[in-house]
């Protein structure tokens, strides 16, 4: 119902439509049994895709030896995933844009193709039919929120700013707002005849969606989205990037530190990869090059961390939760300066529990009954700080 009232909404504002080709691909990325040939037959029809194609695959990213001429020739050399993910995303990139090109617009866009490389590198882990998909489904994560203003008004500005972490903006508009700027993207996804493996995880993106299942398209493409969905990606520029999230990335996908430094090692380059196809869409005061040493800063850092204080970290009530090592830790205060400790498993079982006075134990005694033996000090101090704090 909301929805559909959206998209009405979004009539009225002149969303504009998909260009024949675009409808096209959406098509055949929702047909399991398309081809190379099949894609191929649709973008020579688009010149300026295929050219923007043909620049990226003669790019330095690529080092051909030979220029690359032919169209064919271009998308064996990019693979069907990417094809899918590049010609997809450049025609919902550009029709986004069409409305409204200024630098916000932009600014998201580009943070969004950041997104799209990495929600392609990680759904690749796990099935490589699955990158394209998942690129496109990053894309399209944050493709609501340009239209926020003109569907809000004077007081969607006020209610939101651009340094705010994804869930902080979400729920600002849910609590605020009539719809937020997931349900416009998500009615987008609707108008543009998304096929639901694409559309659900928009609509689903900050909904815990468990440990991925290697086995469920659904499930990898959900992950996906809700990990990337969830990344805090500020103005490049201003020297900051995206925080790893290395506790989500355990606990959603499995990826530990090392290999999530990896894979923000490759969607950095694919990103600069892409820039000519993406040429005019990227914002170009935002410096990718600061991703990838942001990212190893913070990996460096948090291989273990037990907090991730913005993003990761959900209260209900006067609960803490913190994860470590597969095991969820649940913090809430009791009676005469003390906490009872609760220990769940990663599906959210509580295992046992103990009540705690911290300041009647030693910091020994803290990491046996936290099961945090092996946590690095500064770690393990910030969770004892947490717990000392509530007690008081």
Partial sequence: MLHSALKRRLGDTSVPTLPEVAVRVIQLVGDPNSSLTDFANVIKTDQALTGRLLRT???????????VTQLHRAMVLLGIE????????????????????????KRIWSRSIFRAWLSFRLAERFDRQRAGESFIIGLMLDAGLPMMPKLIGEQYPSLVSDTMAPRRTFEAEFENLPFTHVDVGAALAEMWRFPALLAKPLAMRFTDPGRVSEKSPESILQCVAHYTGLLKVDDLSE???????????????????????????EAV?????????????????????????????????????LVEES??????????????NGLILEIEP???RKVTVFIADDAGNRLLSEEIAPSEKSSAELRQILMLDDAPDDLFDEVAGHIRKIAA
């Fill in 57 to 67: 695959a003669n790019s330095a990213y690529y080092a051909q030896r030979a220029p």
């Fill in 82 to 105: 990417r094809i899918k993910a590049m010609a997809l995303g450049f025609h919902l990139s550009q029709a986004a844009l069409e409305d409204d090109g200024g630098t916000g617009t």
């Fill in 239 to 265: 020297g900051t990037g995206p925080t790893p999230m290395v506790s989500i990335g355990q606990r959603v996908l499995g990826i530990d530190g090392p290999d999530m430094a990896e894979v923000f090692r």
């Fill in 269 to 305: 380059n694919d990103f600069k990869g892409s820039k000519d196809l993406f040429k005019g869409i990227i914002d170009p005061t935002m410096s990718v090059d600061t991703i990838l040493s942001q990212a190893n800063e913070e990996l460096n850092g948090v291989v273990e961390d």
């Fill in 311 to 324: 993003i990761e970290r959900e209260e209900t009530d006067n609960i803490r939760r913190f994860e470590s």
């Fill in 334 to 336: 009791a009676t005469d």
